[in-house]
């Protein structure tokens, strides 16, 4: 094993693996590329999701702002008809709905009790309404004008909307109306003919009935919203589990070729001691790293300095009958996850497999080169040359795992990238980039 060569780079650090795309906002962040330790525990609420609760959230605010503009509207009038009224009920009534007003508004802001405010409100109304030719000082005396309950109807058809079930809210829409209509062909209601009583009946019963309707069907729409974005992210935790599921396949098939199998090729062209011991050495390997992908949790996103994967490589070349030239840059302040470093790792042992295995043609031993450098990323970059026989990538079997399955979907599934060039007779170049990069697009090179 040659000397290794130093060179300075400078200091970066980064928490996980990403990629330089822009986020949504165009804020020009990144987004994590491959498997996140969030979407494993499941999917999140939207930030802004449409829902019932916003709707009924936006409805009852609206009634609370209708009911303090109507009541304003109706304060002058019902101050005109104080005298006409018994001197108890005259104050108790319009402070009830006073009161009731005020509670929605503040039910409606604070998201609490909306119903129960509302509901009362509804009641109070109607009940003042039934009560009104009783209260009168002189009920035979004919009211100059209109009731002033009579700008308050629409205030407790909306409350009655808000609070009731649909079917005891078209009762109250059609039962506050008709007994104004009753009211208002009363002398202490203004006696005002059958038909003009029944205008205004009809008038407050069709506005009731199309806030009525409104409020329900925004209900209804937020709930088929409700419905559709419960069964998206249903979906979308089962696509991550699949994926989830994916990225574990891959990460045991890479185990199976690069542990099993080197170790079974290795003993079966054991020819000598030294090779014997090899094989020997790649099975305890096989073993250890078998109970390892059976211990480690999941979305493990802690952090390992480079430099102990430049280690970790290190002796893993150190094991090989041919020798590495291994030059890396210092990176002292360079940290990645560990589930990253795991897959850089076990890629780069897969790569120096290979060039043991396949670069030799039995006459010239082949010169082979390992180097470790920072990138422009923020990252690492990991590149396994050799001078040997190599290979036309077009020709390579889909049933060879070595370099799909151990080399590129698992540095792919940590968030980073890997290209191989080769050429028959002037070698192999594995390159692993982490996190991925943007190949050029003109790199006359054909990559596996």
């Known amino acids: 094993m ?32 491959g498997l996140d330790s969030d979407l494993i525990a499941g999917p999140k609420q939207p930030r802004n999701p ?80 039934v009560s009104w030719p009783f209260l009168m000082v002189d009920p035979s005396a004919v009211l100059d004008g209109k009731p002033w309950l009579w700008y308050m109807c629409t205030v407790a058809t909306s ?27 009363q002398p202490s209601g203004g006696g005002a003919d059958v038909l003009l009583g029944s205008l205004d ?4 019963t069709i506005l009731g009935q199309v806030i009525l309707i409104i409020i329900f069907t925004l209900r209804q729409t937020a709930a088929a919203v409700d419905a559709a974005q419960t069964n998206a992210l249903h979906q979308y935790a089962t696509a991550v589990r699949q994926h989830a599921t994916e990225v574990e396949r891959v990460q045991v098939d890479s185990i199976v070729h690069d542990s099993v199998l080197a170790t079974f090729l290795a003993a079966a062209a054991a020819g000598s001691p030294k090779a014997a011991q090899l094989a020997s050495g790649m099975a305890s390997d096989a073993l250890t790293r078998l109970n390892d ?38 990176m002292d302040t360079l940290s990645l996850p560990v589930h990253a470093s795991d897959a850089l790792f076990a890629a ?26 920072a ?15 190599g290979f036309d990538p077009e020709q390579v079997p889909s049933e060879r795992l070595g370099l799909r399955i151990s080399i590129q979907e698992r540095v792919a599934s940590a968030g980073g990238s890997a290209r191989i060039y080769s ?26």
């Open 201 to 204: 009946t009809a008038y407050a």
């Open 159 to 185: 409350c009655a909307a808000v609070a009731f079930p649909l079917v005891w809210a078209v009762i109250y829409t059609f039962l506050a109306p008709i007994a104004y209509g009753i009211v208002r062909t």
């Open 348 to 373: 780069s042992v897969q790569a120096m497999v290979n060039s043991v295995q396949h670069a030799g043609d039995g006459i010239v031993e082949p010169s082979r080169t390992l180097s470790m450098r």
């Open 50 to 129: 449409i829902s019932r609760t916003r709707i009924e959230t936006v409805v009852s605010r609206s009634v609370a702002g209708v009911g303090v503009i109507f009541s304003l509207q109706a304060l002058p009038i019902m101050l005109a008809q104080v005298h006409l009224r018994l001197p108890i009920m005259a104050i108790a009534m319009p402070l009830a709905l006073a009161v009731g007003i005020g509670a929605v508004v503040i039910a409606a802001v604070a998201k609490v009790g909306v119903r129960a405010t509302t509901g009362t409100v509804a009641l109070v109304y109607l009940a003042a309404l």
């Open 375 to 389: 990138n422009a990323q923020g990252g690492c970059t990991i590149e396994i040359a050799d001078t040997g026989v």
């Open 293 to 330: 992908a059976a211990m480690v949790p999941a979305g493990d996103d802690s952090l390992v300095p480079l430099n102990a994967l430049t280690v970790r490589i290190r002796e893993a070349a150190d094991k090989f009958t041919a020798p590495f030239t291994f030059v890396e840059c210092e």
């Open 423 to 448: 050429e028959i007779g002037r070698g192999t170049t594995i390159t692993i980039e982490w996190p991925a990069d943007e190949w050029p697009a003109d790199n006359a090179e054909v990559p596996v």
């Open 2 to 33: 040659a000397a290794a060569k130093s060179a300075a780079a400078p200091p970066l650090r980064f928490p996980r693996a990403e990629r330089g795309n822009p986020d949504k906002n165009g804020s020009g962040g990144t987004e994590p590329l």
